[in-house]
């Protein structure tokens, strides 16, 4: 399963806000990953 959040430069720009994912992905299904790049490459591929 492949989360992918888009992000406005408003919402960086603005107050830090914090996006709960953990009805998506367990934090011990996170924490297999080594990184962001080890979690995208196991993602599954779509092209448009």
């Not at 406005?8 to 962001?36: M, Q």
Request: hydrophobic fraction near 40%; include cysteine.
């Amino acid at each position: 399963m492949c989360v992918l959040l888009l992000i406005t430069g408003d919402a960086i720009s603005s107050d830090t806000k914090k996006v709960d994912v953990s009805d998506i992905i367990s934090k011990e299904e996170l924490s297999l990953y080594k990184d962001v790049g080890d979690f995208i490459d196991h993602c599954p591929k779509s092209r448009l």
